[in-house]
Structure formats: structure tokens, C-alpha cells
């Protein structure tokens, strides 16, 4: 079956960078759209970055020129890089495929940005 493995959050200071990384199995990942939510305490899971099978992005408005969504087709793997972040990126991050005409979603990872 699909799985959407998550890695790669923490804690890290406003201004600082991290990545995330997501392993997908199960699926023809080249033809997968695949893409990165956030959802904060109280608040409702919100599309980060999305990128399709041929490498098309889109963004949230919040996160352009800060995020960088990419894949590596070879590896099945789709990773985010965020840099400059900020205190309202907190939040738990999900990844997540659309495969076959359905939705499948990680576990979550959490990242935290605070001093």
C-alpha cells in the first residue's frame, strides 16, 4: 500500500533553515502530485507547496521566495526546503500524495521555530 514517510523537522531559530524530506512508497511516484500542508494549533490544514510529476510548483503566498518544494523521481522522494523562518511557520507538517485518484497523507512532522 501507499506510504509517506516524513523526516527532517525540529526546532530551529527565527531567521534559520530546515529541511524536510519525504519517502513515498507504494506508488508510480513519477506520476504522483505531490505536496506539503501545515497545520498549526487551532488553526486548519493549509497547503504549503505542491509540485507535480514534471516538476511544476505552486506555493502558498506566505512561504514564496522563503520555500523551495522539489522530488527526485529516482529516489521517490519530495522534499521542502525552508529558509527565513518565522515564528508563524510553527506548525506540524504533512506530506502528501495524490495518487490514483485519491489523497494519501505522512505522519507528520513538527517544526518549530522559536528563540
Known amino acids: 500500500q501507499v506510504q509517506l514517510v516524513e523526516s527532517g523537522g525540529g526546532l530551529v531559530q527565527p531567521g534559520g533553515s530546515l529541511g524536510l524530506s519525504c519517502a513515498a512508497s507504494?506508488?508510480?511516484?513519477?506520476?504522483?502530485?505531490m505536496g506539503w500542508y501545515r497545520q498549526a494549533p487551532g488553526k486548519q490544514r493549509e497547503l504549503v507547496a505542491g509540485?507535480?510529476?514534471?516538476?511544476?510548483?505552486n506555493y502558498a503566498n506566505s512561504v514564496k521566495g522563503r520555500f523551495t518544494i522539489s522530488r527526485d523521481n529516482r529516489k521517490n522522494t519530495v522534499y521542502l526546503q525552508m529558509n527565513s523562518l518565522k515564528p508563524e511557520d510553527t506548525a506540524v507538517y504533512y506530506c502528501?500524495?495524490?495518487?490514483?485518484?485519491?489523497?494519501?497523507w505522512g505522519q507528520g512532522t513538527q517544526v518549530t521555530v522559536s528563540s
Open positions: 509540485i507535480t510529476g514534471g516538476g511544476s510548483t
Open positions: 507504494g506508488m508510480i511516484f513519477s506520476i504522483a502530485v
Open positions: 502528501n500524495g495524490f495518487y490514483s485518484k485519491r489523497d494519501y
